[in-house]
């Protein structure tokens, strides 16, 4: 948002969970024929010119409806309402969400980074004893999870990548449980975050290997502990950075790969929705920038 207020741009932030509150009508005269009123602020459908698909919140349903079905109930609603919304804005969005959805399969991006030319290191995705110790036979290997990386609950719990030496029998029924992805471990020089935007590349070197803990994930240790290092990567990788995030319908990109000891890139996975800030007050890379210069070059088609 600084950088929009910095040119001078309006911009309306919806925040999406305090949508009950709002009075909202959508009509079908045409595509842009709705309109979300929120007293002091209204926002209609042809107004909107680009939008940027951020951090969106659960509908808050009114504490006034108490019977958990009808909560149910509500909260449907108001994704229904949603889904709708993001439908018509369509065309306008960074990334539209329905693309975000696709692109966030793990072994999709893996077939598609194939496809671009990137390296990608071995990899099975299975719930089943036999295959996971079957792959564990081979190379050194690590696992991660395929979608969640978090387990909410009392206490919440994050599920770092990690290093699989071997599985019992009784590992078996745990397994069973839930499917997880194993992969070959790639000895890293560094890890590399690549930030696409449109065709603009931005790439930092993560000096992951600095320390035990984040040798494997580099989350593990906390971003601060971590240099981080403007790289300039050769252009054939920052040409397949850009021709993957095209192939899964996006504008903006989140890339994670391993810069090996031998100076190869591995694709490990790309996030369609990622972080970038910390990117850009690290190493000053203009990200927001960019960003912004897209959301215009999309306002002015």
Known sequence: MLELQRRGLSYHRLNTETLP????RIGFEAADDWSIDQGDRRLSG?????AYFRRPGTPIIDAAVRDDGERTY???????????LYGRLEPRWLNAPSAIMIAEDKPRQLLAARAAGFRIPETVVTNALEPA???????PAIAKPLREARIDGAEETVIFTSRV?????????????????????????????VTVVGDRVFAAAIGSQAHEE????????????????????????????????????????????????????????????GQWAWIENRTGLPIAAALVDTLEEIAGR
């Open 21 to 24: 509150r709002a009075q909202v």
């Open 133 to 139: 110790v079957r792959f564990l036979q081979g190379a």
């Open 74 to 84: 509500c909260a449907s609603e108001w994704g229904g309402v949603l889904k709708t």
């Open 214 to 273: 984040t040798e494997v994930d580099w989350r593990r240790g906390g971003v601060a502990a971590l240099t981080h290092e403007v790289l300039e990567l050769p252009d054939a990788i920052a040409a397949r950075c850009v021709a993957l995030v095209r192939s899964l319908n996006l504008r903006y990109g989140a890339i994670d790969l391993v810069w090996d000891r031998e100076g190869e890139f591995w694709f490990l996975e790309v996030n369609p929705n």
């Open 165 to 193: 030496e071997q599985l019992a029998a009784r590992d078996g029924r745990a397994l069973q449980a839930a499917p997880l992805i194993l992969q070959r471990e790639v000895p890293k020089r560094a890890d590399v975050r």
């Open 46 to 50: 042809d107004a909107v010119r680009a």
